[in-house]
């Protein structure tokens, strides 16, 4: 918890004037039952009705002045608490922005979301409580011993007996509560996941009739979460009216043994009342200290969810030492490249050697499952080799900067992903200065100028969310074009024309030919048809290499790209 407030830095000045604030209010505060005792013992008493009025408007103008304080305060601490939690979600979402896919596998994106939001708005609101109570209620609780004190020191025997009774309540009723405040934001991490998949999924659902299943999987999970916030809350819920039976037998001893004494004349009516009063303060600023315990540790498991993200330290970091590469070319090397996923029994990729160069094609083949994905995924560095090294332009890529790196490669993901915003925004995500000719050319190569130019605002048209208004094929060759635009030395297509009828990829491969002529293309794919005249094509299979070649070599040499070929293209074809 106490690691966050370091990003209250830039609201300091608000922090020390709330501060200062605070203090003139509880002062003035601490002041009124003293004024209070002065006009019933000296005015009234006396019948001076000149010094009532006197007290009267003193009384008046410490309220007046206390007012203002607190109204300035609460001002300033909902800026500042707010403000804090604008930063803190700031801090977060970059920090997940610089993530490997390691760690975003390892949190999930459920709970990063949980993170941002909802344990921000806990951290939030206690700070803004904080910044409120924390200075109120010591001062208010030491200032009002000490005045009770002097107002008469023979009925303080009072207080010595309340204080440890209540505080053994606050810890009883807090520590069966705090355990209770973690696993309700696990619980929420939960009901998060649940909704996620229900909405996402939504389709499958349907079409499979799981509507009810999830729905009872919704239930559960809400119940759930809702039965651990009402454990949570009956526990709460005891100790106001605990705290309200102990204020009135207070009240009842302070009165009962007052009477007694201004009954032996030992003490005035004033001091009475206001001894009362001090003792409610005393009281009050305990119950909000109770109050902060009750905040605090549900704070505190947010903020270690946050710290978690903030002090997780992306595995893929730039080198200390970064070299540039010094031809721009597009040259990849694979050597000896071994990779496995964490937690992964098998290694997902071994012994992976080849050199793929510009002006060329490398087509990489197999079953699903077999490492396609994942050996191009290797290139970006989106994960780093176990062993072995792989060079861009003779430079380990792990020596290179992230930036550089990637400036270098036009991915297209198997999964096409587009953003919200007009097909014009989503393919200049590419190329942020792209002129609007650039666009259209992009568009054209990709074969999309075609579905694009009979679309209502052509390439103004907005794209849904998810891009839900177009089709996968659709889809993929908009992001085709957002590679394109960027000119890049290295192409990576990860069976990005699966999508595609046979006619469109063909005529997409043809203008991509020479188009990208000078590049290093990578093509992942399941159709033999696309990668026939490819100049290498490496047939991967559980990981390894099974054959490396042309396609006419690897006919001749390799068992599984002949089982692959015989089960899509007849006789003649293969001749
Ligand atoms: P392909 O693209 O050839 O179909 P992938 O490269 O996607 O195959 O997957 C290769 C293997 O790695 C599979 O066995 C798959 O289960 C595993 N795998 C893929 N992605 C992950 C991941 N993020 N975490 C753990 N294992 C993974
Ligand atoms: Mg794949």
């Not at 408007?57 to 109204?71: F, Q, R, S, Y």
């Not at 200032?143 to 020191?153: F, T």
């Not at 050199?355 to 060329?360: L, V």
Request: glycine share 6%; with cysteine; aromatic share 8%.
């Amino acid at each position: 918890m106490m690691k966050l407030f370091r990003f209250l830095k830039p609201y300091r000045i608000p922090v020390i004037i709330v501060v200062i604030l605070t203090f003139i209010q509880t002062l003035s505060e601490l002041y009124m039952p003293t004024l209070m005792a002065d006009i019933v013992d000296i005015g009234i008493v006396n019948g001076d009705t000149g010094y009532i009025l006197q007290i009267g408007l003193l009384m008046l103008l410490v309220a007046a002045g206390g007012a203002i304080c607190a109204i300035v305060a609460g001002y300033l601490s909902s800026q500042t608490a707010m403000g804090f939690g604008k930063v803190l979600r700031a801090k977060i979402f970059s920090r997940v922005e610089s993530f490997s896919l390691h760690e975003f596998d390892s949190i999930g994106t459920a709970s990063l979301i949980t993170r941002t939001t909802n344990d921000v708005t806990q951290i939030q609101t206690v700070a803004f409580m904080m910044l409120r109570l924390f200075m109120v209620a010591p001062l208010m609780c030491i200032g009002g011993i000490i005045m009770a004190i002097s107002k008469d020191p023979e009925l303080s025997w009072i207080i010595v007996i309340i204080i440890p009774v209540l505080a053994a309540v606050i810890f009883v009723i807090s520590s069966q509560s705090v355990p209770l405040f973690k696993v309700i934001q696990m619980k929420v991490d939960q009901l998060n996941r649940v909704l996620r998949e229900g909405l996402t999924g939504i389709r499958v659902i349907r079409a499979f009739n799981r509507v009810d299943h999830e729905k009872k999987r919704f239930h559960e999970a809400n119940l759930d979460l809702t039965n651990t916030a009402i454990r949570v809350n009956k526990i709460m819920a005891t100790l106001m009216p605990v705290m309200m039976l102990m204020m009135n037998f207070t009240t009842i001893a302070i009165i009962w043994f007052g009477g007694i004494r201004i009954d032996r004349g030992e003490m005035q009516v004033g001091n009475l009342m206001a001894f009362l009063q001090y003792v409610m303060q005393i009281l009050f600023s305990l119950i909000m200290v109770s109050m902060m315990f009750v905040l605090l540790p549900r704070a505190s498991a947010s903020a270690t969810r946050i710290n978690e993200v903030l002090a997780m330290v992306p595995e893929i970091k730039d080198a200390e030492l970064m070299v540039r590469p010094e031809q721009r070319k597009g040259l990849v090397e694979f050597k000896e490249v071994t990779f496995s996923y964490p937690g992964a029994e098998q290694p997902a990729l071994s012994n992976i050697t080849f050199t793929a160069k510009p002006g060329e094609i490398t087509a990489i083949i197999g079953g699903t499952g077999s490492g396609k994905s994942t050996l191009i995924s290797l290139i970006p560095r989106f994960y780093d080799v176990d062993s072995g090294i792989i060079l861009v332009d003779g430079v380990d890529i792990r020596q290179m900067a992230q930036k550089d790196l990637r400036a270098k490669i036009g991915f297209v993901p198997q999964k096409a992903v587009l953003f919200s915003g007009t097909i014009e925004d989503n393919i200049r995500y590419g190329k942020e200065d792209a002129s609007g000719e650039e666009i259209r050319r992009a568009a054209e190569i990709a074969q999309a100028t075609e579905f694009i130019s009979v679309m209502e605002g052509g390439f103004r048209s907005e794209i849904a969310q998810g891009g839900a208004n177009v089709s996968g094929g659709q889809r993929q060759r908009l992001s085709i074009a957002r590679a394109l635009i960027r000119k890049p030395e290295i192409f990576i297509f990860d069976d990005s024309f699966a999508a595609l009828d046979f006619k469109t990829d063909a005529q997409l491969r043809a203008a991509l030919k020479t188009e990208i002529a000078d590049a290093t293309v990578f093509i992942v794919t399941q159709r033999v048809s696309t990668i026939m005249d490819a100049d290498r094509i490496i047939v991967l299979d559980d990981g390894k290499i099974a054959g490396i070649g042309k396609h006419k070599e690897l006919l001749a040499t390799c068992e599984i790209y002949r089982e692959i070929v015989a089960s899509q293209l007849s006789e003649t074809e293969i001749a």
